[in-house]
Structure formats: structure tokens, C-alpha cells
Nanobody, 124 residues
Framework: QAQLVESGGGLVQPGGSLRLSCAVSGFTLDYYATGWYRQAPGMEREGVACFTNRENTTYYADSVKGRFTLSRDTAKNTVYLQMNSLKPEDTAVYYC?????????????????WGQGTQVTVSS
């Protein structure tokens, strides 16, 4: 059974950095596109970044381009999200997911599997 487990969230000051991890089991990273999504209180879930094996391409939301980096370790079957220059508006629950990836799907997530989420709070 597929499972995605996020870790690495926490409280960080504006301008700081965090690295989120998503440990995947039940399938290999080569099988599914994987990505990160977030949901702030009172807001809809939005895509942050995703990687598509089919195109060997990573897509980023405009709001995080240049600050966030998605990477993968296929040996560990783990997906990472390095977040730098964090802003208060980055505060949200961050989810790892596996499914479809592309510019359209960042705004309209279609995923077969979701993790439980990890809280990221950016505040002084």
C-alpha cells in the first residue's frame, strides 16, 4: 500500500530556511510524478512544486520560484523541498503527493496519494 510521510516542518523566522522530506513507500519515484502542495487556513490547497518523470522537468508556482527547490533521492525513495528566504505568507500545512504534474495540475491538483501534511510557520 502506498504511503507518503512528510517531516521537517516547524517554526522559522522570516528569511530563514527549512527542508521538508517526504518518504515514499509502496511505489518507486520513477512510477509517479511527485510534488508538494500547501494549504493555508481559510485557503484552497495550492501547488508549490512538482516533478514529472515523463518530461524530466520540475514545475514551480510563481510565488516560490527562485526560493524553493524540489529534489529527489531515488535510492532513498524520498522527495525533498528546500525552502529558502521564507516569508510569512509561506505559512501553511505542506503536503507531499503523487499523481499528475504540470503547470495546469499545480493549480488543479490530481493526485492518487497524499501525505498527512507537516506544518510550516514563518513568524518573528
Amino acid at each position: 500500500q502506498a504511503q507518503l510521510v512528510e517531516s521537517g516542518g516547524g517554526l522559522v523566522q522570516p528569511g530563514g530556511s527549512l527542508r521538508l522530506s517526504c518518504a515514499v513507500s509502496g511505489f518507486t519515484l520513477d512510477y509517479y510524478a511527485t510534488g508538494w502542495y500547501r494549504q493555508a487556513p481559510g485557503m484552497e490547497r495550492e501547488g508549490v512544486a512538482c516533478f514529472t518523470n515523463r518530461e524530466n522537468t520540475t514545475y514551480y508556482a510563481d510565488s516560490v520560484k527562485g526560493r524553493f527547490t524540489l529534489s529527489r533521492d531515488t535510492a532513498k525513495n524520498t522527495v525533498y523541498l528546500q525552502m529558502n528566504s521564507l516569508k510569512p505568507e509561506d505559512t501553511a500545512v505542506y503536503y507531499c503527493a503523487a499523481g499528475l504534474c504540470g503547470p495546469y495540475y499545480l493549480n488543479h491538483p490530481v493526485n492518487d496519494y497524499w501525505g498527512q501534511g507537516t506544518q510550516v510557520t514563518v513568524s518573528s
